[in-house]
């Protein structure tokens, strides 16, 4: 470490130590042995940015909530609470960082959202598919309503 005020290098100790933040953050009181000054210093853990390849081949940061909202609006009017869509989120979200790939297509998270709403909630399943799958008649709600039959699981109601 290098010290702000004499420009000493590696020549301090470490006086006090204090995690913060449920440890995700490291603070630290130490002394410059060279000119007795002492400074505060605070390591971070660094995170890896994950972007979203849209389907026009922009990319944008990832951002948890816009996976929440989509399910909200999926979701509205059925008995689903918001904690529920909130950790099917956070799994999503933990599923994309441990592939530790810096991008990820904004289809991919799609097919992701769909499959936890089919186990979870039919109707809201139906409703996500049919924007997120740009339906365009009857015959396509119509397929995958067979689908869901044949399959069974999830609440059908």
């Given at each position: 470490?290098?010290?702000?005020?004499?420009?000493?290098?590696?020549?301090?100790?470490?006086?006090?130590?204090?995690?913060?933040?449920?440890?995700?953050?490291?603070?630290?009181?130490?002394?410059?042995?060279?000119?007795?000054?002492?400074?505060?210093?605070?390591?971070?853990?660094?995170?890896?940015?994950?972007?979203?390849?849209?389907?026009?081949?922009?990319?944008?940061?990832?951002?948890?909530?816009?996976?929440?909202?989509?399910?909200?609006?999926?979701?509205?009017?059925?008995?689903?609470s918001a904690e529920t869509?909130?950790?099917?989120?956070?799994?999503?979200?933990?599923?994309?960082?441990?592939?530790?790939?810096?991008?990820?297509?904004?289809?991919?998270?799609?097919?992701?959202?769909?499959?936890?709403?089919?186990?979870?909630?039919?109707?809201?399943?139906?409703?996500?598919?049919?924007?997120?799958?740009?339906?365009?008649?009857?015959?396509?709600?119509?397929?995958?309503?067979?689908v869901l039959r044949k399959?069974?699981?999830?609440?059908?109601?």
């Open positions: 470490m290098k010290c702000p005020f004499c420009g000493t290098q590696n020549r301090d100790r470490v006086l006090e130590t204090r995690t913060l933040n449920d440890g995700a953050s490291i603070k630290r009181r130490r002394e410059c042995e060279a000119c007795g000054r002492r400074f505060t210093t605070l390591e971070d853990i660094e995170e890896m940015q994950l972007f979203v390849i849209k389907s026009n081949n922009r990319r944008e940061p990832f951002d948890r909530r816009k996976i929440v909202h989509g399910m909200q609006i999926a979701c509205k009017g059925r008995e689903i869509l909130d950790q099917i989120a956070v799994d999503i979200e933990r599923m994309l960082f441990n592939r530790l790939e810096k991008e990820v297509s904004s289809r991919e998270i799609g097919e992701m959202v769909m499959e936890r709403l089919k186990e979870l909630d039919h109707v809201a399943y139906v409703r996500f598919a049919s924007v997120y799958r740009q339906f365009e008649d009857a015959t396509q709600f119509r397929e995958i309503v067979n399959r069974g699981g999830g609440r059908k109601t």
